[in-house]
């Protein structure tokens, strides 16, 4: 069943009036439920002492496996599923889209944003950026967001981003995130956001003494596309940051067209560079940049550092070199297409090699552990709180690398881990469910001879439990108490091996 536009619509306005949002939420999930149950009547479990393979391609290619997912790529083919995921137009994502486009700041032109408070803009961001990971059918596409979105680290809390960053979100990276690499780069160039962020706007030559600020294009380069190791030097640097002067943006101040992107020549410097050994011809005015875009994509290490950077994204902390190669020189035949790379990476015999080597950050911990237990959220502070203690809050990395995708930055953040797994098994965070009693039938209707310590444990990490692992588990199952189920559940959502995918 689908819903009609009408109804969606309907509903839209509802989330719109600001009296009427809590009924509004228990509407949406209301009639989410009723469309598309969450939770399907029986799910079967992996049974293997290894992760099953097709647990493994959904925890890395979504944000979790949800139930009745494994049964779902199953019998469509995993091939399949990878080629519908990767035309994410063509899967129809309207009950997601009930959750999260209700925040009406998010599709604004940049000026308009001016006009809401810091607090309304941040709070949009964060809920529309979760309620996507956690529902969308569109799952590739969100994780390659949320790769995007750290590779081109924009901090909103930096002056005027928090304004201009939604536009971001929308026009550079949800556009390009399964697009064409050069067309990526080249709109985070003239982005709004990035433009403050990176100090794009304050570099100009009005006078012949004036020196570029070289702060955006020391990370086009070190950052966005060669890499740190990437041969270029620091004229390099200084001679593309003369390429990009001249950008300037319609700021808050401004009483016409805030937020918009303008060139002006007469802040130009438009005499001959080298970048990287090639010549820019003077008098090139605007067409610097897209000359400058060009070079840096097109030097052989770019290829060699995207693919790196996906490889360790999608397969292990030390990229495989064979892969890595193999990847870049895909990258580079077709013309920075992102599509055939990723393909290239997800079925690869070291993707497949590389089951549960990977450590969750705490944003797809989170969305993980709400996706698995069929949560009904609207994202709102109770869950955002633990997200920032954390330490992930979307967008708001203080410097341009992006938030550590690696293991010993958020060692210390373990115990809210543990705190979020224990008060979602148990109901206890403020404004969300999970249907305990229907998930837990719904497990053990497949194999009613196992004990539900077992059964949790396959569910969840995809592979049986050790003896070990299983020791610390059967004292809950045994218990009689009412909480017990939720225990069990709480201590396998916060165990070592759910921390891993």
Same mark, same amino acid.
């Given at each position: 069943?689908?819903?009609?536009?009408?109804?969606?619509?309907?509903?839209?306005?509802?989330?719109?009036?600001?009296?009427?949002?809590?009924?509004?939420?228990?509407?949406?999930?209301?009639?989410?439920?009723?469309?598309?149950?969450?939770?399907?009547?029986?799910?079967?479990?992996?049974?293997?002492?290894?992760?099953?393979?097709?647990?493994?391609?959904?925890?890395?290619?979504?944000?979790?496996?949800?139930?009745?997912?494994?049964?779902?790529?199953?019998?469509?083919?995993?091939?399949?599923?990878?080629?519908?995921?990767?035309?994410?137009?063509?899967?129809?994502?309207?009950?997601?889209?009930?959750?999260?486009?209700?925040?009406?700041?998010?599709?604004?032109?940049?000026?308009?944003?001016?006009?809401?408070?810091?607090?309304?803009?941040?709070?949009?961001?964060?809920?529309?950026?979760?309620?996507?990971?956690?529902?969308?059918?569109?799952?590739?596409?969100?994780?390659?967001?949320?790769?995007?979105?750290?590779?081109?680290?924009?901090?909103?809390?930096?002056?005027?981003?928090?304004?201009?960053?939604?536009?971001?979100?929308?026009? /550079?990276?949800?556009?390009? %995130? #399964?697009?064409?690499?050069? +067309?990526? $780069?080249?709109?985070?160039? @003239?982005?709004? !956001?990035?433009?403050?962020?990176?100090?794009?706007?304050?570099?100009?030559?009005?006078?012949?003494?004036?020196?570029?600020?070289?702060?955006?294009?020391?990370?086009?380069?070190?950052?966005?596309?060669?890499?740190?190791?990437?041969?270029?030097?620091?004229?390099?640097?200084?001679?593309?940051?003369?390429?990009?002067?001249?950008?300037?943006?319609?700021?808050?101040?401004?009483?016409?067209?805030?937020?918009? /992107?303008?060139?002006?020549? %007469? #802040?130009?410097?438009?005499? +001959?560079? $080298?970048?990287?050994?090639? @010549?820019?011809? !003077?008098?090139?005015?605007?067409?610097?940049?897209?000359?400058?875009?060009?070079?840096?994509?097109?030097?052989?290490?770019?290829?060699?550092?995207?693919?790196?950077?996906?490889?360790?994204?999608?397969?292990?902390?030390?990229?495989?070199?064979?892969?890595?190669?193999?990847?870049?020189?895909?990258?580079?035949?077709?013309?920075?297409?992102?599509?055939?790379?990723?393909?290239?990476?997800?079925?690869?015999?070291?993707?497949?090699?590389?089951?549960?080597?990977?450590?969750?950050?705490?944003?797809?911990?989170?969305?993980?552990?709400?996706?698995?237990?069929?949560?009904?959220?609207?994202?709102?502070?109770?869950?955002?709180?633990?997200?920032?203690?954390?330490?992930?809050?979307?967008?708001?990395?203080?410097?341009?690398?992006?938030?550590?995708?690696?293991?010993?930055?958020?060692?210390?953040?373990?115990?809210?881990?543990?705190?979020?797994?224990?008060?979602?098994?148990?109901?206890?965070?403020?404004?969300?469910?999970?249907?305990?009693?229907?998930?837990?039938?719904?497990?053990?209707?497949?194999?009613?001879?196992?004990?539900?310590?077992?059964?949790?444990?396959?569910?969840?990490?995809?592979?049986?439990?050790?003896?070990?692992?299983?020791?610390?588990?059967?004292?809950?199952?045994?218990?009689?108490?009412?909480?017990?189920?939720?225990?069990?559940?709480?201590?396998?959502?916060?165990?070592?091996?759910?921390?891993?995918?």
């Amino acid at each position: 069943m689908r819903l009609s536009r009408r109804t969606i619509l309907k509903i839209g306005a509802l989330a719109g009036t600001g009296s009427l949002l809590s009924s509004c939420e228990r509407m949406i999930s209301e009639v989410s439920n009723r469309i598309a149950d969450p939770i399907p009547d029986q799910i079967s479990l992996p049974s293997g002492k290894d992760i099953d393979p097709i647990f493994h391609f959904l925890s890395r290619t979504t944000y979790g496996p949800g139930p009745g997912d494994l049964d779902r790529v199953k019998e469509q083919g995993v091939e399949a599923w990878l080629q519908e995921q990767l035309q994410p137009d063509t899967i129809d994502d309207r009950l997601c889209d009930l959750r999260a486009r209700r925040f009406e700041t998010l599709y604004l032109q940049p000026g308009d944003c001016y006009e809401f408070k810091n607090h309304v803009l941040r709070d949009d961001m964060t809920r529309h950026t979760l309620l996507k990971a956690i529902y969308s059918r569109r799952q590739l596409y969100e994780v390659m967001v949320g790769f995007w979105s750290d590779h081109l680290n924009i901090n909103m809390e930096k002056g005027e981003c928090i304004f201009l960053k939604a536009n971001d979100d929308q026009k /550079v990276v949800r556009a390009h %995130a #399964l697009g064409n690499f050069k +067309e990526l $780069i080249r709109a985070s160039a @003239v982005s709004p !956001a990035m433009l403050v962020y990176l100090d794009g706007k304050e570099n100009r030559r009005g006078a012949a003494t004036d020196i570029p600020n070289e702060n955006y294009a020391r990370e086009l380069m070190e950052l966005h596309t060669l890499g740190v190791k990437g041969g270029y030097t620091q004229k390099d640097v200084y001679e593309a940051a003369r390429c990009l002067t001249g950008w300037r943006l319609k700021e808050k101040k401004d009483t016409w067209n805030k937020g918009s /992107v303008y060139f002006d020549p %007469a #802040l130009h410097d438009d005499g +001959e560079k $080298i970048v990287l050994g090639r @010549v820019i011809t !003077a008098g090139g005015g605007a067409r610097d940049l897209d000359n400058l875009i060009d070079i840096v994509v097109r030097h052989p290490s770019t290829a060699e550092h995207i693919a790196g950077k996906l490889v360790r994204f999608f397969v292990k902390d030390c990229p495989p070199p064979a892969l890595v190669d193999r990847a870049a020189s895909i990258f580079r035949k077709n013309n920075f297409e992102i599509k055939p790379v990723l393909t290239a990476i997800l079925t690869s015999s070291e993707f497949q090699e590389s089951r549960g080597n990977k450590f969750k950050l705490p944003f797809r911990f989170v969305a993980s552990a709400l996706r698995a237990t069929g949560a009904d959220t609207h994202a709102g502070h109770g869950l955002l709180e633990y997200l920032s203690r954390m330490g992930q809050t979307p967008f708001q990395y203080p410097t341009p690398d992006g938030y550590p995708d690696e293991m010993l930055p958020w060692m210390g953040t373990l115990l809210w881990r543990w705190n979020f797994a224990l008060a979602l098994a148990s109901n206890q965070i403020p404004s969300m469910s999970i249907p305990l009693n229907r998930l837990s039938a719904a497990i053990s209707q497949a194999e009613s001879n196992h004990g539900s310590a077992e059964l949790f444990f396959r569910y969840l990490i995809g592979r049986r439990p050790t003896a070990n692992e299983l020791d610390v588990l059967r004292p809950f199952e045994r218990s009689a108490s009412a909480g017990a189920t939720s225990q069990l559940l709480g201590l396998v959502l916060s165990s070592p091996a759910f921390q891993r995918f």
